[in-house]
């Protein structure tokens, strides 16, 4: 089955610095990658997601990159608010169900 | 996206007792889903519930201990039942839309004395 590796598992930066979360994943037959939001208390929430024949996408401030070759990608997130703080989740599916990493505990600091 | 409500929202119930939890989607889909979400830990998938047939379950999971009932395309329950301390945790429904995106319930934070 497919395994999900997600790093770092927490992350502290500076409001206004960029963040960027890292997975890769094991299966090629993978083609759909999602990302979530998870606010403390709350239920995640899909933030942005990218397929296996685009290499990025951007959403204002968040963007996702894949390499398929290396099965690897990544979320990156650009001038970091105090309000981006949560867990963040990557995931990969082969459009079934998605394999969910252990998630990154996104921190910034005002 | 999809409007996905779940009941109830937390409970604290006494060991050997079974929980029933529901999970209302306002409109119809395929494909639901339910998790388990232990504190601090990642997303664990239980079983799919399909409609007309009997749930999938996932490797360590049971229909004795975690029964599924799918009755229509807008509906499911979850039933912990004997629950121990250890069964402590959220549980969340989830569908899957049109493009594999899938949506979360807000979650049954259950609590076992």
């Known amino acids: 089955g497919e395994n999900v590796e997600q790093h770092p598992s927490t992350l502290s930066v500076q409001e206004g610095d960029s963040a960027v979360i890292k997975c890769t994943y094991s299966?090629?037959?993978?083609?759909?990658f999602p990302w979530y939001k998870q606010e403390l208390g709350k239920r995640p929430q899909l933030i942005i997601d990218?397929?296996?024949?685009?290499g990025e996408k951007k959403d204002q401030r968040i963007a996702v990159t894949l390499n398929k070759t290396a099965k690897h990608f990544s979320l990156h997130i650009t001038e970091t608010q105090p309000e981006d703080s949560a867990v963040y989740f990557c995931?990969?599916?082969?459009?079934?169900?998605?394999?969910f990493g252990r998630g990154t505990s996104l921190i910034v600091h005002p | 996206s999809a409007v996905i409500s779940q009941k109830p929202s937390r409970d604290i119930c006494q060991r050997g007792t079974s929980l029933t939890i529901q999970c209302q989607v306002d409109?119809?889909?395929?494909?639901m889903f339910w998790y388990r979400q232990q504190p601090g830990q990642s997303l664990t998938l239980i079983a799919t519930?399909?409609?007309?047939?009997?749930?999938?379950?996932e490797s360590g999971f049971v229909i004795d201990k975690f029964p599924i009932s799918r009755p229509n395309l807008t509906f499911s329950t979850l039933t912990v039942s004997n629950m121990s301390p250890e069964d402590s945790s959220i549980y969340l429904c989830?569908?899957?839309?049109?493009?594999?995106?899938?949506?979360f319930g807000p979650g049954t934070r259950l609590t076992v004395l």
């Open positions: 519930a399909n409609q007309g047939s009997e749930a999938t379950y």
């Open positions: 299966d090629s037959a993978s083609n759909y």
């Open positions: 995931a990969a599916s082969d459009g079934y169900i998605p394999t």
């Open positions: 409109s119809q889909v395929t494909m």
């Open positions: 989830s569908v899957e839309r049109e493009s594999n995106e899938q949506f």
């Open positions: 990218i397929r296996s024949n685009v």
